[in-house]
């Protein structure tokens, strides 16, 4: 983030209010550990959100994604029979490690880095982001009415949240997401690859090694062959690869195996290079006689093109942090996928990374930089204010 030499400071009292309630909040969430895969400690963040924005004074409340497992969180300001479109902020509250970890990575404070478990990815950018509406709220109120949007499964897919959030997306006019800002200066993100997974299954015939191995049919010699087909389907000119992350096969050394599979990630920048992609997938076929090969292609996440439209909202947006004092600078197309992705692929502008500063998502260094959060912060407040 580029920060002026004379930032002015912001001294209205209401400001300085809620933002002296940012770090404890941080320090609550970072503290309460909540991994994709617990549905009790998601249950348990999804309430401390819930009492957390309600001591903000905003209405939150929480809503069953499925007859099981954790909830999502809408916090919002809208009057009661406010229906208009508008602007939906993307967060999650779950990480990517495990309960326990605070044992090694505890909450800590060191010059001017924060650590925790979830910190950076993302649950300071979700206090910013909610801290700043509740400033708006006393400050006045929007332009356009805000829905702040926080699901439990964003590390694993978002499997769970996807329908309620393109659902949420159709009725807004602009997505803002608080995954984390780049590391590398602070930048936004207005564009992702779209990622997904390979699986290819091959079905061989097994014989003993030794005495009929010309009757076995190689399951894993077949596998052979496909990793190959996969690995050259990667395109780095066209921004498309494909990395087989996974094989599996056999049974002991002495057995022609049967049985053998593969998995692969894939990343591709736009709905075209996607569907390309799928056919040649789609198109494998085996080389070893008599094998049968399964293949499965799955989008996970669709593609995230930068849009002249999302460009825009990045301009308007950036009006706003030069008022907060800091310039918002793009970064270039980045391979990780987020929720931004569902809710551009709908044609809604879409601006991601507008998180907090910091380094080493997914990582026991993951931390954020306490020396930009005031800026965030003003620029959260500045947006969800003005933006219309
Ligand atoms: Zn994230």
């Known amino acids: 983030m580029n920060r002026p030499e004379n930032m002015t400071q912001d001294n209205s009292d209401i400001a300085q209010d ?5 770090l404890p909040m941080i320090e609550r969430w970072v503290r309460f550990e909540s991994p994709s895969h617990s549905d009790e400690a998601l249950d348990g963040m999804a309430k401390l959100i819930v009492q957390d924005a309600e001591r903000l004074g905003l209405a939150a409340l929480t809503q069953p994604l499925s007859t099981d497992g954790a909830p999502l969180v809408h916090i919002h300001n809208r009057s009661a029979g406010d229906e208009r479109p508008g602007i939906l902020v993307l967060g999650h509250y779950d990480t990517v490690h495990p309960v326990g970890i605070l044992e090694k990575n505890p909450f800590r404070m060191e010059g001017d880095k924060l650590y925790g478990p979830g910190i950076y990815d993302m649950k300071a950018g979700i206090c910013l982001a909610l801290t700043g509406l509740a ?3 006393r400050l006045g109120g929007s332009a356009l009415p805000v829905d702040l949007v926080i699901l439990p499964d964003e590390e694993t897919g978002s499997h769970r949240s996807r329908e309620r959030i393109e659902e949420f997306a159709r009725r807004s006019r602009y997505a803002l997401v608080c995954e984390p800002a780049r590391a590398d200066g ?3 993100v207005t564009a992702r690859k779209g990622t997904g997974f390979i699986t290819v299954k091959a079905r061989g015939r097994p014989a003993h090694a030794g005495m009929q191995h010309d009757r076995g049919r190689n399951a894993i010699e077949e596998i052979a062959h496909q990793v190959l087909a996969l690995q050259a ?3 780095y000119e066209r921004g498309i690869t494909v990395s087989v992350g996974r094989i599996q096969g056999g049974t002991t050394v002495n057995v022609v195996p049967e049985h053998s599979q593969l998995s692969a990630d894939f990343r591709l920048p736009d709905p075209q290079a996607a569907d390309e992609l799928r056919a040649k997938v789609q198109g ?3 080389r070893v006689p008599d094998v049968q090969l399964d293949v499965d292609f799955q989008l996970n996440r669709p593609p995230m093109p930068r849009t002249e439209a999302t460009a825009e909202l990045l301009r308007r947006c950036q009006v706003f942090a030069a008022r907060a004092g800091f310039s918002l600078d793009e970064a270039p197309m980045t391979g990780g996928a987020s929720d931004a992705n569902f809710t551009a692929a709908l044609g809604l ?15 026991l260094h993951e931390h954020i930089l306490l020396s930009t959060l005031d800026l965030r912060l003003k620029f959260w407040t500045e947006t969800l204010q003005g933006l219309a």
Request: charged share 20%.
């Open 233 to 235: 389907m990667t395109d």
């Open 135 to 137: 400033q708006v709220q």
């Open 186 to 188: 602070g930048r936004c």
């Open 18 to 22: 809620l933002s002296r309630q940012l």
């Open 349 to 363: 502008p879409t601006l991601d990374g507008l998180g907090a500063d910091g380094d080493g998502a997914h990582t």
């Open 284 to 286: 494998l076929a085996a």
